[in-house]
């Protein structure tokens, strides 16, 4: 099934105190943007892509996405996070019937592996993520104190890119709208509607990058990746 990718650039990435959204940060000599750009161009099932960027970053995205064939679109995103989704869904083609994909620009290192994994789960079951297992104990704490200890054997981290067939996510989204409802992730949304989400392995290279640490992390990790 063919998909569109969305890839979602416009956060402001504070955290990384570096005065510039964090998607045009560069690891290795290239954006964090053009790196998760360039994975998705590689995706077989993916036809399409849009980036959604912060509006002052509109004309340099542009430039730097330019070389890629897939390319449908770049546009200013939202005050939120599905504010700016809600405006890549805007240039999904009318009578398009694949899957979408939603994919954060600051996790650069996702492999087409996993694109692929997430684009066939979405198209059998309508919506799907991929997940990584929690290793730590996990606490739920209210008002300074445990209330409980959760079995982590049912928890899971949630990755992106996150996939849904079109109809699916425009619901989910409609609803969430209606709802006056913050999301925090689409498949959030998608479950609202009672709509199965699948999971599919995640990885740890898919890790998203939030703090100059990690930052430092990817540096090594790429060169990790290095032919001997």
Same mark, same amino acid.
């Given at each position: 099934m063919q998909a569109l990718a969305i890839i979602v650039a416009a956060g402001r990435g504070e955290r990384m105190g570096a005065g510039r959204p964090k998607a045009f940060l560069e690891l290795a000599g290239e954006t964090l943007l053009a790196r998760a750009a360039a994975a998705f161009a590689a995706a077989p099932s993916v036809t399409g892509i849009v980036a959604v960027v912060p509006g002052s970053e509109l004309a340099p995205a542009r430039v730097l996405l330019a070389p890629l064939?897939?390319?449908?679109?770049?546009?200013?995103?939202?005050?939120?996070?599905?504010?700016?989704v809600r405006e890549g869904l805007k240039q999904v083609p009318q009578g398009f019937?694949? &899957?979408?994909? /939603?994919?954060?620009a600051a996790r650069p290192l996702v492999a087409v592996a996993l694109i692929e994994d997430v684009v066939a789960a979405a198209a059998d079951v309508g919506a799907a993520l991929p997940v990584v297992?929690? &290793?730590?104990? /996990?606490k739920r704490v209210r008002a300074g104190r445990v209330v409980e200890t959760l079995d982590r054997g049912e928890l899971a981290a949630a990755q992106t890119p996150q996939g849904f067939r079109i109809e699916v996510l425009t619901a989910a989204y409609e609803r969430a709208y209606r709802d006056q409802l913050t999301v925090t992730d689409e498949a959030m949304a998608v479950e609202r509607l009672g709509h199965a989400v699948a999971v599919v392995a995640g990885s740890a290279d898919n890790r998203k990058l939030t703090t100059p640490e990690d930052l430092a992390w990817a540096e090594g990790r790429l060169k990790d990746m290095l032919p001997a």
């Open positions: 064939a897939k390319l449908r679109a770049v546009v200013p995103g939202g005050e939120r996070r599905q504010d700016s019937a694949g &899957v979408v994909l /939603v994919h954060d297992p929690l &290793v730590d104990t /996990v």
